[in-house]
């Protein structure tokens, strides 16, 4: 006798922004409004990774909920109201940025990530012009942790993306946090250095500066590229990849897309493995 076929669960449907959507029970308010092309910002949320609520980047307006509310651990509900743009969420989200900035450095011009940085972005579009904080700014020294990561403890927004990505999606677990408060950082699982598979996936994740490549550093800025998609040559997987090439010269290896049977992730190889490319015995 066969199984009877269970009927998928029906669509919750709320309005976002005067937008009729839908979306299966159990998916985040967040995820159901990328999917409508609705633009929520959020520093510490990834998907698919542990949610964690620490930037308040993401806050959006419910009806008949009396405080802003965080659309990165909001489940959507039947006949929920949300407005995503407003004056009030406006001026939280400026806020939230003001205290990041506390001590962050401006060094946006000689940063690696400026061109791409998602801080950077938000700052030009909710940012104050000019901080109430004349405190001098919290700095620590950058420190290489190994022969191809920097980190800049002052750049640091402790979204703790590096370290879902590290634990949860490498499965390694060489990155922690260290300290509490403003004295909170990210940490190697060496103390001083790291010891793991150098995937640089930490990298990639940061969405801002803190976390650099040493083959990258200092060499160009995202727009003077040319971002070419290929496929990984070190081994017969065919991990996607994005090659930045300038002057005909191969710059940066990174993560293609979602789409390839690595989906996001690279190993050594893949990343950093294009030095090949020129070399003299070639």
Not at 177 to 196: F, M, W
Not at 246 to 259: T, V, Y
């Amino acid at each position: 006798m066969s199984t009877p076929v269970s009927a998928p669960p029906a669509l919750v449907n709320f309005t976002v922004d005067g937008r009729q959507l839908s979306a299966p029970p159990g998916t985040l308010l967040i995820d159901a409004c990328k999917r409508a092309g609705i633009e929520i910002p959020a520093f510490c949320y990834y998907e698919g990774y542990s949610l964690q609520a620490a930037c308040r980047m993401c806050l959006v307006e419910v009806e008949k909920m009396p405080k802003l509310q965080t659309a990165c651990t909001l489940p959507v509900m039947e006949g929920m109201i949300v407005r995503s743009e407003t004056e009030q969420i406006a001026k939280a989200r400026k806020g939230t940025l003001e205290f990041l900035l506390t001590n962050h450095p401006l060094d946006c011009p000689v940063c690696d990530k400026g061109g791409e940085c998602e801080l950077q972005d938000m700052v030009f579009r909710y940012g104050a012009g000019e901080s109430r904080f004349t405190e001098l700014k919290q700095h620590e020294p950058e420190r290489q942790w190994s022969p191809v990561v920097f980190y800049d403890p002052a750049r640091c927004i402790l979204c703790y993306r590096c370290v879902r990505a590290c634990n949860e999606g490498m499965g390694v677990g060489a990155l922690g946090i260290t300290n509490r408060g403003v004295l909170a950082e990210i940490a190697p699982n060496k103390v001083d250095h790291l010891e793991c598979d150098e995937c640089g996936a930490c990298i990639d994740i940061c969405p801002v500066g803190a976390l650099t490549s040493n083959t990258y550093r200092y060499k160009t800025r995202p727009w003077e590229m040319q971002h070419v998609g290929t496929v990984c040559t070190h081994c017969s997987n065919g991990c996607k990849t994005t090659l930045g090439v300038r002057n005909d010269e191969i710059i940066r290896g990174n993560n293609r897309d979602r789409s390839g049977i690595n989906r996001e992730f690279l190993c050594v190889k893949g990343r950093y493995g294009f030095d090949f490319n020129a070399h003299e015995e070639r």
